[in-house]
């Protein structure tokens, strides 16, 4: 029978102040399940996720190979640039993990390949952080389980383990300087300088990372404020105090490196993320419903996100009182939200949101535990063991199938992508590696992909471009005659959304009217990427190419129902 008066277990968690026990919302047992208990429910954890990984397959985006081309030449001495031999733009914004992928390049190893594994890799570690800051949490081994089993149950953390990009990463990053905060805020001081060089890190990885380096700042004075006789004169604050401010001094100092390497100080993902919704607010509705409703291309997952933000309100409101550790945690979770919330982003499975999941967990899972205790105690009125694991056993079927019932739209709709681009992107990229003349170069908009198996320059023109994502602030559509046509390409290739007709953005208007354009460029080929996308080739006039090229030129009839 669970007793109502909390315990909290000494040798597994930092000692709790007299206001965090009040805060918990679980009753602990007099007996803890032992660490060869939990050490297996983390390795079924781990192997639900794996399995649900590889159900889910490979998804792998075109921002993706953005980042791969950044690392290669990064690896290979070239400098932090999209095309090599050309000045430095900040087209990426996961730094720390180009840096990774360059340590793999380096060893001569497949990054797409790799950047797969290491995702994989860092998707089960994630477990292991999850049930660290669970702990901390309900205080409680057994019932800590509860947070990692949700995050192995959870299709779109599955989908983006494996997905190339920093999103493994981010979480990992984003949940072990969380958890080395939580230790220093239970008093073990030596984890604040860890925390500190942990998110710096994080900011490295992606630039919203800088939210969570303010808000541990934030919480951590206002820790340090608290009880200032304790701990302002104490000797040892100078720990938390040097950590942090060692902190914001080397924050600064990146700053002004990417200052004067880049050129600017607004990073250019900025213009691309959030450009749109700065110009034009009214712009936020439409990303936000984008979260609730079905889009033309990916699943929206507000029947995901509505219940964790609901379960977690109940926790807070009925069975827990929130200390600051609580306040500090939901204040990352909550205004990273918001954030990514306004954020433009068309990738299937919430991809920014994956990272934010495993911490609302944490308290989502309060009213879960409450609702498995509940079971518990009614189920040992009939006195029989196996009423109880029965009665368990439904609670947990029930949340599971809830949890997976969105599994396999999301493999759909990663794995209607991943065949898009393998049939229509990839070859399209390999047929310009084959047949462009030496040292072209293409204008183009998705310069994932195609950039990264052609090898060619690349002049970036989309209106939400990475490495030209700030020309529509600055120089309005007609900058995008003068970025596509000024170094006269080789090769325009446009984002249609139909493949039969030119439908392309109404930014790109002013180019096509552009002379540059209709004397010097001809339409070779179309490539059908998917029933409402397809690419548009143009050739400038004078280049030449064999035969064997429009022979070998990407099939565009790979689709059923074209």
Wanted: charged fraction near 15%; charge should be neutral.
């Amino acid at each position: 029978m669970l007793e109502t008066t909390p315990k909290p277990d000494i040798e597994t968690v930092a000692t709790p102040t007299r206001d965090e026990i009040a805060s918990s919302p679980l009753a602990v047992p007099d007996k803890e399940i032992s660490w060869q208990v939990v050490a297996l429910g983390l390795v079924a954890c781990a192997a639900a996720l794996l399995a649900l990984e590889r159900y889910m397959d490979i998804y792998m985006p075109d921002d993706a190979y953005i980042t791969y081309r950044y690392a290669e030449n990064l690896a290979a001495g070239k400098g932090l640039v999209f095309n090599a031999a050309a000045p430095p733009v900040e087209g990426y914004s996961n730094l720390s993990w180009i840096i990774l992928l360059a340590g793999l390049s380096r060893l001569k190893l497949d990054i797409p390949v790799w950047a797969a594994n290491l995702g994989a890799l860092l998707s089960v570690v994630n477990l292991a952080l999850v049930y660290a800051l669970s702990l901390q949490i309900v205080r409680h081994r057994g019932w800590a389980l509860v947070a990692p089993a949700l995050t192995s149950l959870t299709a779109p953390y599955a989908l983006w383990a494996r997905g190339g990009l920093e999103t493994m990463w981010y979480a990992t990053l984003l949940l072990l300087s969380v958890w080395l905060t939580v230790l220093g805020m239970a008093g073990r001081l030596w984890t604040y300088p860890l925390a500190a060089a942990a998110l710096f890190v994080l900011a490295l990885t992606r630039h919203d990372g800088a939210i969570p380096m303010a808000l541990s700042g934030l919480f951590v004075l206002i820790w340090l404020l608290r009880n200032p006789k304790s701990k302002i004169r104490d000797p040892k604050s100078v720990i938390p105090i040097a950590s942090f401010g060692a902190l914001a001094l080397v924050y600064i100092a990146y700053t002004w490196w990417r200052w004067q390497y880049f050129g600017q100080l607004v990073p250019t993902p900025f213009f691309s993320r959030l450009g749109g919704t700065i110009s034009d607010p009214s712009q936020i509705l439409l990303t936000w419903g984008s979260y609730f409703t079905r889009g033309p291309h990916y699943s929206a997952y507000g029947d995901l996100l509505v219940p964790v933000f609901g379960l977690a309100a109940a926790d807070l409101v009925w069975f827990r009182r929130a200390s600051l550790r609580d306040w500090y945690i939901l204040s990352c979770a909550g205004t990273l939200s918001l954030l990514y919330f306004v954020s433009e982003s068309y990738n299937p499975g919430i991809r920014y949101m994956v990272p934010v999941l495993p911490m609302l967990y944490l308290y989502a899972q309060g009213p879960i535990i409450r609702a498995l205790q509940s079971v518990l105690r009614a189920a040992e009125r009939y006195r029989n063991a196996w009423r109880q694991w029965l009665a368990i056993a439904g609670v947990c079927a029930s949340i599971a199938l809830f949890m997976l019932v969105m599994a396999p739209r999301t493999r759909y709709d990663g794995e209607r992508a991943e065949i898009g681009k393998d049939q229509a992107l990839y070859p399209l990229g390999m047929w310009l590696r084959q047949y462009a003349p030496p040292n072209s170069t293409v204008a183009l908009q998705d310069i994932g992909v195609i950039a990264y198996y052609s090898g060619l320059r690349v002049i970036d023109d989309n209106p939400g471009a990475l490495t030209n994502g700030d020309v529509i602030y600055k120089s309005g559509a007609e900058g995008f005659s003068d970025i596509a046509l000024g170094p006269q390409p080789e090769f325009l290739i446009f984002t249609s959304n139909s493949w039969r007709d030119p439908n392309f953005n109404p930014v790109f208007d002013p180019l096509k009217e552009d002379k540059r354009f209709t004397k010097n460029y001809k339409l070779y080929d179309k490539v059908a990427f998917w029933e409402d996308r397809g690419y548009w080739v143009y050739v400038r006039q004078d280049v030449h190419l064999p035969r064997e090229a429009a022979q070998d030129f990407p099939i565009t009839q790979w689709y059923e129902g074209r």
